[in-house]
């Protein structure tokens, strides 16, 4: 069964340091969100990305925050400054069709990377 | 905006008993969907059912299914014969139909199964 892939499964980092989270979504998708959860708390949602372009974001996602998919399959999320509070699980996360049509709507989540910034 | 609300954070079952999760939603929308998710120790997301708003007819899939009331915004999550796996987080979820949005998450309720 095709899966959503992330890596890595953990990632350490200094406070103020560039972090790059990587996501490869199943291939025939279209439709690619970034999520976090910070440890206790809920699914947050970053940003949604569609033909190569954010299709919408959070007010969470600042100028801190950057995606791209550099080369068809590579999905990332970039933070350039890291701060303690964005320690947390981001989830990738990836839809076939358009979201909310009554055949692709089920996102296919990736197992997460967890971020701690120390 | 949309609000999904899990009011149980935590909640135990006997292993072979059944068990219902609770979740509410504000929405102004008439089409939408819903979704349960099981987040286990691995952290990894898990789509457990999903109920398409315009459907009345409740969703099943094996031995979870939910109660879905869209007068009360009401979608609970009941599982039948609780497993030890079924331990994990649930989250529920909502999704505007024909947003590119992302769905909106609940806080969350953290299921333990005993054996």
């Known amino acids: 069964e095709p899966e959503v892939t992330q890596t890595p499964s953990h990632q350490v980092t200094q406070m103020g340091q560039e972090v790059i989270l990587r996501c490869v979504p199943i291939?025939?998708?279209?439709?690619f969100y970034w999520y976090r959860q910070i440890l206790g708390q809920k699914v947050e949602f970053l940003v949604s990305?569609?033909?190569?372009?954010?299709?919408?974001k959070s007010e969470i996602f600042d100028d801190q925050f950057s995606v791209e998919r550099p080369d068809g399959s590579n999905f990332t999320l970039k933070i350039r400054s890291t701060k303690l509070e964005d320690s947390a699980m981001y989830f990738c996360?990836?839809?076939?069709?358009?979201?909310?049509?009554?055949?692709?709507?089920?996102?296919?989540f990736g197992p997460g990377t967890r971020l701690t910034v120390l | 905006a949309q609000t999904v609300t899990q009011s149980q954070p935590e909640m135990s079952v006997q292993e072979a008993e059944t068990v219902t999760l609770s979740c509410t939603y504000d929405?102004?929308?008439?089409?939408?969907?819903l979704f349960w998710y099981k987040q286990p120790p691995s952290r990894q997301m898990i789509l457990v059912i999903r109920q398409e708003a315009y459907k009345q007819q409740n969703a099943t899939e094996n031995r979870f299914s939910v109660n879905f009331q869209k007068a009360a915004k009401s979608f609970s999550l009941k599982i039948s014969d609780s497993q030890l796996g079924d331990t994990a987080m649930y989250f529920c979820a909502f999704m505007k139909q024909g947003s590119l949005r992302d769905m909106r998450f609940g806080a969350g309720t953290r299921l333990t199964v005993k054996p």
């Open positions: 996360a990836s839809i076939a069709g358009p979201p909310g049509t009554s055949e692709n709507n089920e996102q296919f």
């Open positions: 990305f569609y033909n190569n372009e954010i299709s919408e």
């Open positions: 291939s025939n998708h279209l439709y």
């Open positions: 929405t102004s929308e008439s089409n939408y969907y």
